[in-house]
């Protein structure tokens, strides 16, 4: 039957086509189908309302050693 | 109508965390039943049946849905589906593999990542690795999602659901769990971790890695790593955070020799505080870091463990 399989990132170098391939798919017949060949209903069902850049964050500041940046998590950000 | 959370349980462990925040998120839509799946999992319902927003936990006591199998869980959705206006989850590996095969099962679309539960037909939902966020209103009969949890608050153990037995198709035979190989580890998991600690290109090469691992364990952190970082070797893949790794947002996180390719950026720029350590003053980091500390990662990261 006919799967599909998701597969991560690094599984494997792909395979790319080579140049004497690409030449013979030039001559591969391209049939055209609609969805509706298929019996297939394409109407979206999903209406974008708006889209919006996100509110950015403002770039910090600079810290000039590793005591002062201890210190500024520890006092400022109350973090560590 | 009533929405159906479908929790993540691994060997009759909740997820909890990631239910709790999703629990937060769909506050809005009404009365939240949470699917339990699995047998062995009495314990994990009795956990979802504590969370406060649940009204009832549905337990399916059943070897066929132990191991996250999505083509027997999503029969088991699907079963229920039928009381259900909104079918939810979220965004975690377990669900986006149930989730869009219960989409395709009920023939509607699935919206994926929400970060935004506005009315019962609308959500939004960031596009572009993060670089826009789109609002997007479904006209399905019923709304199948995921929910980018980072940003929510977990809701609290306050509640006491009613823990109610549900029966389903059982195994669907389509598939059968084999072995899981688990990466243990003794540190915080990534997407809850209060603090993480990153390492990128910058580290150069995975022995160095240790000093990301001893910061990360001096400030009992998880350990994440840049895109750049995996692909080179130096560290695991379930460690990447990023546009195809995990989003997090933790109270601190710590990015140690990462540029910040908006790839990056697109899996912790949520988090409540960034602190970038990196020898390159024009690394775009910086501009999104709260504090920037311009150093060489290997004088900068031993001091800071030396004096934390």
């Known amino acids: ?80 | 109508m009533a929405v159906l959370l479908v929790a993540d349980v691994n060997e009759g462990a909740l997820a909890t965390d990631a239910v709790a925040k999703t629990l937060a998120a769909v506050a809005s839509l009404g009365e939240v039943h949470v699917l339990v799946a699995g047998a062995g999992g009495e314990a994990a319902a009795a956990e979802a049946a504590k969370l406060s927003g649940v009204s009832k936990v549905l337990f399916a006591d059943d070897h066929a849905y132990c191991h996250g199998m999505a083509e027997s869980i999503a029969a088991l959705v699907v079963n229920l589906a039928g009381s259900y206006r909104h079918i939810c989850g979220a965004a975690t590996a377990f669900n986006k593999n149930v989730l869009p095969r219960v989409a395709a099962l009920l023939d509607v679309m699935v919206i994926s990542d929400a970060t935004a539960v506005i009315d019962a037909d609308t959500f939004e939902r960031p596009i572009y690795a993060g670089n826009a966020v789109q609002t997007v209103k479904s006209s399905d009969t019923k709304k199948v999602f995921t929910v980018r949890t980072a940003t929510f608050t977990a809701a609290d153990a306050t509640g006491s659901a009613v823990v109610e037995n549900v029966d389903g198709p059982g195994d669907a035979g389509l598939s059968a769990w084999v072995a899981d190989k688990l990466a243990t580890s003794d540190r915080p998991e990534l997407t809850s971790a209060k603090v993480i600690v990153s390492g990128g290109r910058g580290v150069g090469s995975k022995e160095s890695f240790d000093l990301i691992e001893g910061l990360a364990d001096t400030l009992g952190a998880a350990v994440g790593a840049s895109r750049a970082a995996v692909d080179s070797g130096y560290a695991p893949n379930d460690w990447q955070v990023g546009q195809t790794g995990k989003v997090v947002a933790p109270q601190l996180y710590v990015a140690i020799g990462i540029s910040g390719a908006i790839q990056h950026l697109a899996g912790m720029k949520d988090s409540k505080v960034i602190v970038a350590i990196n020898k390159d003053e024009e690394a775009p980091i910086f501009q999104v870091a709260d504090y920037g500390l311009v150093a060489d990662l290997f004088a900068a990261v031993p001091e800071l463990i030396a004096k934390l």
């Open chain 1, 1 to 80: 039957m006919p799967t599909i399989v998701t597969v991560d990132l690094r599984l494997n170098e792909p395979r790319y086509a080579s140049l004497p391939n690409i030449m013979k798919a030039k001559a591969k017949p391209l049939i055209f189908k609609t969805p509706a060949d298929y019996g297939v209903e394409v109407t979206p069902r999903l209406t974008v309302m708006k889209t919006v850049e996100p509110a950015g964050r403002k770039a910090g500041m600079k810290v000039a050693s590793v005591d002062e940046l201890i210190a500024k998590l520890a006092h400022e950000a109350g973090v560590i």
